[in-house]
């Protein structure tokens, strides 16, 4: 699910989104989040949700289940492309407003080009509706998370940053999906690995395979998450108790 934040201060968010939605509709299905002192509220296409009981991840969590755009409004964590009048404070990248208006066409390729937002249930989702699925008797996932101690003298680990060099990660990640599916029974493989600051007990990695049978699956999912460590120029900065580093240059 590619995601986009609306944030303003004097423009109505719902000018915006009346500019976007219908365009992203054009493209696939599309939530729409708020936030506000009530806490968070999404329509969604085919639910609704609303209350202070609802946490943002669960909220975007759900949505990508069964959607491919989500236009946020009154989140400014910095984890997804904005547009913004220039009223309120948010990371770049930024796509400003012009005299209240945005420029459509910038807006839909920032929000093609962003950091998708993946969960294991939505690629599990994905992989059930694959045209390949009528071949396979087998899905096999790999989730790496984020992990506070090796053991009991260690420093918790509160939370790792991943960066990656754009395009050359995507790439990687793509010939490997490629290079499973080349096996004999393999009939799809998704790999997906998140970035940005990612706290003790989330989610980091995913690897999910369809395959004929489950010793082809489970093959394929081991491969697939020793290539992605091996091949994949991600890099990681653990910040513990006591300090923060960056691995690589540890090792």
Do not use: N
């Not at 509220?41 to 609802?54: D, R």
């Not at 491919?68 to 400003?96: I, N, R």
């Not at 937002?117 to 790999?142: N, P």
Request: glycine fraction near 10%; proline fraction near 3%.
């Amino acid at each position: 699910m590619q995601v986009l934040g609306i944030a303003t201060g004097s423009t109505d968010p719902d000018t915006v989104l009346g500019d976007l939605a219908p365009r992203l509709r054009e493209r696939g299905r599309v939530a729409i989040v708020r936030a506000d002192d009530d806490g968070f509220s999404v329509a969604a296409e085919g639910w609704e949700a609303a209350g202070e009981a609802l946490s943002f991840e669960d909220v975007m969590d759900r949505a990508a289940r069964d959607h491919d755009y989500c236009l946020v409004v009154g989140v400014h964590d910095g984890s997804f492309p904005y547009v913004t009048d220039g009223e309120v404070d948010v990371p770049d990248p930024a796509l400003a407003l012009e005299q209240g208006d945005v420029d459509v066409e910038a807006a839909l390729d920032a929000i093609e080009d962003g950091e998708p937002h993946e969960t294991l249930g939505s690629l599990v989702d994905e992989i059930e509706d694959s045209g390949r699925a009528d071949y396979a008797g087998a899905i096999a996932t790999f989730t790496g998370r984020v992990r506070a101690m090796e053991d009991e003298d260690d420093d918790y680990t509160t939370s790792l940053t991943f960066e990656k060099y754009d395009g050359v990660a995507e790439d990687r990640m793509a010939a490997i999906e490629a290079d499973l599916e080349s096996r004999e029974g393999v009939e799809e493989v998704l790999v997906h690995h998140r970035v940005g600051r990612i706290e003790a007990g989330e989610d980091i990695v995913f690897v999910v395979v369809l395959a004929g049978h489950r010793g082809q699956a489970f093959r394929a999912v081991e491969d697939g998450i020793d290539q992605l460590k091996d091949e994949v120029p991600i890099f990681k900065k653990e910040i513990t108790t006591d300090e923060s580093f960056w691995v690589h240059e540890r090792h």
